[in-house]
Each structure stands twice: as C-alpha cells, then as structure tokens.
C-alpha cells in the first residue's frame, strides 16, 4: 500500500506561469570536504570547542586541530552540498554551485558530487587558497563538532552564478554560512534576483545558530523584503533569529516574515507553516544516531525535491525525515544508499 | 569472568635471548589512501573487475576507474598499515615502514596512522609518483574489490630500512604485496636479515590469491629458507601456494614449511599449524557483513599483537576474530573504536 496523498498544485511554486524547470533545485553552498574523526567529550573542552556548533578557523588553527585529533577519514561536504547530493539520491535533477581550488580535496569533491547526478561547472580556483575543509569530531553521543577552514569558498562571487541555470531552476537553495566569505552573499543575492525574475522560488536555510547570531539582521531583511521565499529552520536557529525562548512566539513571527517556513524539531520531527496553514509531522524512530552529521541538510533534500516536485508539505517533511535518518544511521553526511529506493521501500510513490 | 589462558613463554619467541623489544611489531608494506565507493555486482562485470581481488593498475586506469566510480569516502588503507593501526588501537607498541609522497594523501596517510601511536618515520617522496591510492568498490554483499595505484611506494627501498628500529621489534611483519613495487622486496630482504640477526621474529602475509601466483617460488623460497618464521593466509591464498584443491594436503605442505602458520577460515573461523600442533578456533558471528576490506589485515593485528605478548594460539586468533569482525562491520579498513576496549568488554584480560 503506496503512500499517496493530495499534490500541491503546481502553480503553487507558480510553474504554471513559466517554462517547465531544467532543475528541480540549485544547491548554492561553501563547497567543502569534511574530515570526520571520533573524539571523547572531554576532546571539546581540552581544544575548546563548542558541542554541536560550527566554527570558523585559520590556517593555523587548522593544522593545529588537525594535529590533535585522531584517525580520520575523508567525506565530501559542505552544507549545501549535502543537500545536493541528497535531491540527487532522490532521482531529482539538481545543479550545484561552489568554488574548490584546482587541487586534489577540490578534485574529491567534485568527483563526488558529479557521482550522484549533480550538475556542477563552478570553475575551480587556480593559484589561491586550497579546497576548503571542515574538522568534525564525532562524539559518543553522535553529536558533531565541526571547525571549517573556509580556504577556497572566500573566492565565490557574482561572477560564479550562472544566470541560465538558476532561471531554470524551480527553486534556488542557498546556506545561511555564505554569509560568512565576503563575497558569496553579494552571489546569493544575485541568484535570488534572477531566480525571481524568472518566477522561481528561493530557498535558505539559516545554517547554525552562530550563523544566525551573526548574521540575523541580513536573514531578517532578506525574508521581510521577499528575498527569499522558503526558509529551513531548526528550533534552536529560529529562537536565535527571534531573541526568544519561547516557541510559539518565534513561530508566529516566522509564519509572519517568510512563504513557507520548515522548522525541525530533532527526535520530535518537523513543521511546517505556510500563511494561515500549519503542518505537524512526527519523525521516524532511528535504531542508533551514529553521527548527525548532515541532518538537517538531508531533511532539506527531502523538503526541498518534495516540494519542486508538487508534493504536499506532510510527505516534504516525511521525505525529509527518511533522508536524515539515513544521513545520521552512518558516519559522514553523504547517503550510503539510494533514497529513492529507501522511500520507494517505505511505500512513497515517487 | 575474564578470559585467562596459559601465557606462551616469551622463550618461545626467544625473547629471552635478546633485550627487551622496543616494539611488539614492526609492520612494512605500500603505504595506501583507499578511495572507497559501493556499486552494484553489474559494475564489476562492466568495468573488468574480478570480484575480491587487487590488481595493479596504471594512472590511466586509475583515471578512468575513479570516472565510473560512485560517491566515495577517503580513508587511510595499505594492507599492513591497517594491521599497524589495529595493533596501536590494542594498546600495542608498533612501528611503520611505508613510502608516501609528499602531497595531501600523503599528510592525510601520515596523519591517520601516528594519531593511533604507530611510530611512522618513513620519509616522504619529494617530486615523484603521487601516494599511492587503492580504488575499492563495495558490492552488496558486502565483499570488496581494490584497483591500487601504487605510485610513491615504488621508492620504498632498502634505504627505507632503519635497522634500528627493526632490531627493536619483537616481530617484523611485511605483506606479501610488497614484492609488487620493484626496490621493496630488497627492503623486505634486508629487514628480514636483520631481525633475525637481532634475534627477533619475521611474518608475512601471503595478501591474496593473484600476488601468490605472481610470486609463488619466491614465497616458497622465503619460508623454506627460514627468513620468515610466521605466514598469515587465508583459504584461497593457501590453495594457490601449494597449488592443490585439498586443503589438508596445503595445510600439512605449510606446516612443513614454516614455524608458525596461521590460516583464516572466513566465517568458520582460523587455524594455527606450528610444529606438531594444531590450533582451530571458531569465529563469533557478525550481526552483519558491510564492508570485509581489511578483514585479513586486522586478524593479523590481533594475532601479531597476542604473539608478541606472549598469548596462547587461541588467544590470538580470537583477538584476531575480535578485530576482524570489527572492521567489517563497517566502511573502511581502520578500526571505528578502540579494539583494546572492545576486547576488555568481551573479557579478556590484556
């Protein structure tokens, strides 16, 4: 017995009004390759580190973190990335922008990428910075830590946003982190106005609770003035963006500011809230969280290929639920297997 | 209740003979980052590949098998470094011999082994063959298929050998994929010929099936001539030594010719012949089979690791199942968790 629920029209993301999209979704993100290594608790405090969150680091406190922790292995990721990867698994059609440097992380990263479907034509950086690289350490708990050298993702600029590709995108998808190289907001903004222009949607998720912190007025201009349409939240970033610790404040002030808002909830799922409508979804059980790494990216694959693909906002985040729970079952923030064929499993039928 | 079975002199081993070893192994072998990818059984058919096997390729091949390749994850391999790193992660004194050149693999190679306290001094290649990189898909079942480009470890030489540090070494272990590359094989030699001046012990994997038929009177020849004391194969490996289908015919053949043989029986288990005995211990099940890269490789870290410290045959080849049945459990070749933990928790008492 399949799974089939009412689809949301499709003049919803107003496709009626535009030729039919070459892409389901464009994936905008710092393109990086994570290095992933288990650690202790007391790992975090001895390096200073803050559980859970992401920080930035330069060369030198990258090689010095590097240093100190233990065996390794390599994955690629970067957040916008994962998503990317993710829609790919699902059998959607996705494209990708993201600088690496013309070296052999970059060349990881875009063998990996490419592997899974993903359209991707950022041309590489020559001569500067190396491939960007995030330190995760993995704790007992599954919880990870990351510290991200951003190395050649500072290079990413107006210049890198093919205007074709995301006028044929049906969504543009954008990570809050690009706030943090100079100049890749002035490229996210640039997409979202093209995107825009050829009736598109444009997507963002706010990335990190620091992130928000840094960047919260930005995130709320680009909301209030119609920058961008759909927004990824978890509980912690919304309190962030809204200085309050109270819930139902922070969602009322979300469903005012942006479209369509997706805010997960972790062990207790997702919601949605879209205008007057609000969607609650409970998540599946996983066995063992072995490293949640990439998470929340992969509940925005979910979200996000259900959505350009007219799905109602109940099965969006039920696929973006299945996806996480793939993603957080095995160490690195890839998929180990075929979400299509795992949501196919599960009786989706898409 | 703790495991607790009689200990083998260390006169068995001589140790009484010589000073007190500085390392309980010394492990030489190509120092290898394996870039591991899953592919369904068609893949292997597709692209030439004969199931369960390494073959040698070039950088053309390498090129054009990474192009087919699927998303994959980078993680530090080499058949005796992988031994190297479960000896360490038993809480043993080890050292490593392996050439890696002087790149980002070869940080990432380095960094990976001395960060589970294997002592790794080997200098790295300046301005030749990149590290060399092992292509392994995963198939369904579980079973892997390498494609090694060997580049930086063909100038591992005699120069390599720190007579010191093998002199040190209770016992110096060298895979039989060492005679691929063409100056590793005197570097083999040479150690072999000093640890034996030192009084120590000397073991080699017999590594697979097709570098057994490549160097079958060379194997042979080593074992019949006493340079090494111990050999570790498994089933399919002993088959092509003595070229024979009947196994009791290939086990008495080995034991004939060499002290210490130890042979892996997969799922049933492992035997030790040495002299007039005979060792066969069954094997604990594994929930379920992912990835068996490294299987061999982590058997004879426990072996090696029991030998050196003096434990009974089947102490050894329970540790060995112990860490066997670790690493396939998971992607990859290096242990997820510290086998010396997961050895106390089973009981035994090291």
Same mark, same amino acid.
């Given at each position: 017995?399949?799974?089939?629920?009412?689809?949301?029209?499709?003049?919803?993301?107003?496709?009626?009004?535009?030729?039919?999209?070459?892409?389901?979704?464009?994936?905008?993100?710092?393109?990086?390759?994570?290095?992933?290594?288990?650690?202790?608790?007391?790992?975090?405090?001895?390096?200073?580190?803050?559980?859970?969150?992401?920080?930035?680091?330069?060369?030198?406190?990258?090689?010095?973190?590097?240093?100190?922790?233990?065996?390794?292995?390599?994955?690629?990721?970067?957040?916008?990335?994962?998503?990317?990867?993710?829609?790919?698994?699902?059998?959607?059609?996705?494209?990708?922008?993201?600088?690496?440097?013309?070296?052999?992380?970059?060349?990881?990263?875009?063998?990996?990428?490419?592997?899974?479907?993903?359209?991707?034509?950022?041309?590489?950086?020559?001569?500067?910075?190396?491939?960007?690289?995030?330190?995760?350490?993995?704790?007992?708990?599954?919880?990870?830590?990351?510290?991200? /050298?951003?190395? @050649?993702?500072?290079?990413?600029?107006? $210049?890198?946003?093919? %205007? =074709? &590709?995301?006028? *044929?995108?049906?969504?543009?998808?954008?990570?809050?982190?690009?706030?943090?190289?100079?100049?890749?907001?002035?490229?996210?903004?640039?997409?979202?106005?093209?995107?825009?222009?050829?009736?598109?949607?444009?997507?963002?998720?706010?990335?990190?609770?620091?992130?928000?912190?840094?960047?919260?007025?930005?995130?709320?201009?680009?909301?209030?003035?119609?920058?961008?349409?759909?927004?990824?939240?978890?509980?912690?970033?919304?309190?962030?963006? /809204?200085?309050? @610790?109270?819930?139902?404040?922070?969602? $009322?002030?979300?469903? %005012? =500011? &942006?479209?369509? *808002?997706?805010?997960?909830?972790?062990?207790?799922?997702?919601?949605?809230?879209?205008?007057?409508?609000?969607?609650?979804?409970?998540?599946?059980?996983?066995?063992?969280?072995?490293?949640?790494?990439?998470?929340?990216?992969?509940?925005?694959?979910?979200?996000?290929?259900?959505?350009?693909?007219?799905?109602?906002?109940?099965?969006?985040?039920?696929?973006?639920?299945?996806?996480?729970?793939?993603?957080?079952?095995?160490?690195?923030?890839?998929?180990?297997?075929?979400?299509?064929?795992?949501?196919?499993?599960?009786?989706?039928?898409?």
């Amino acid at each position: 017995m399949g799974i089939v629920r009412r689809k949301i029209s499709l003049a919803r993301l107003d496709h009626s009004l535009m030729t039919a999209p070459r892409h389901d979704v464009l994936c905008i993100g710092n393109a990086i390759v994570d290095v992933i290594a288990r650690a202790e608790e007391d790992f975090l405090a001895a390096e200073s580190l803050i559980k859970g969150s992401m920080m930035l680091v330069d060369t030198d406190r990258a090689e010095y973190l590097y240093s100190k922790m233990g065996a390794a292995i390599e994955s690629s990721g970067g957040s916008a990335g994962n998503t990317a990867a993710g829609i790919g698994s699902f059998g959607g059609k996705v494209a990708y922008f993201g600088k690496v440097a013309a070296d052999h992380l970059g060349k990881i990263f875009s063998h990996d990428i490419r592997a899974v479907g993903v359209d991707f034509a950022t041309a590489p950086l020559e001569g500067g910075a190396p491939t960007a690289r995030c330190m995760i350490v993995v704790t007992p708990d599954g919880e990870r830590t990351m510290s991200t /050298y951003l190395g @050649a993702c500072v290079a990413l600029s107006p $210049a890198d946003i093919d %205007a =074709d &590709v995301v006028a *044929g995108a049906a969504i543009t998808y954008m990570e809050g982190y690009l706030w943090d190289p100079p100049a890749a907001k002035e490229a996210f903004r640039q997409a979202a106005k093209i995107a825009h222009g050829a009736g598109r949607k444009v997507a963002i998720t706010l990335s990190d609770s620091f992130c928000v912190d840094r960047y919260r007025d930005e995130f709320l201009e680009l909301m209030r003035s119609g920058q961008v349409d759909i927004v990824f939240a978890n509980e912690t970033e919304l309190h962030a963006l /809204y200085q309050t @610790a109270d819930f139902d404040t922070a969602i $009322a002030a979300l469903r %005012a =500011d &942006v479209g369509i *808002g997706f805010v997960t909830l972790g062990s207790k799922g997702a919601m949605v809230v879209a205008g007057d409508e609000t969607v609650e979804v409970p998540v599946r059980p996983v066995e063992r969280v072995v490293d949640t790494t990439g998470a929340g990216d992969l509940f925005a694959a979910g979200a996000l290929f259900g959505l350009a693909r007219g799905l109602d906002y109940e099965t969006c985040c039920e696929l973006g639920g299945l996806a996480a729970g793939e993603i957080i079952s095995h160490v690195g923030a890839r998929p180990d297997v075929k979400l299509i064929d795992l949501a196919r499993e599960r009786g989706f039928e898409i």
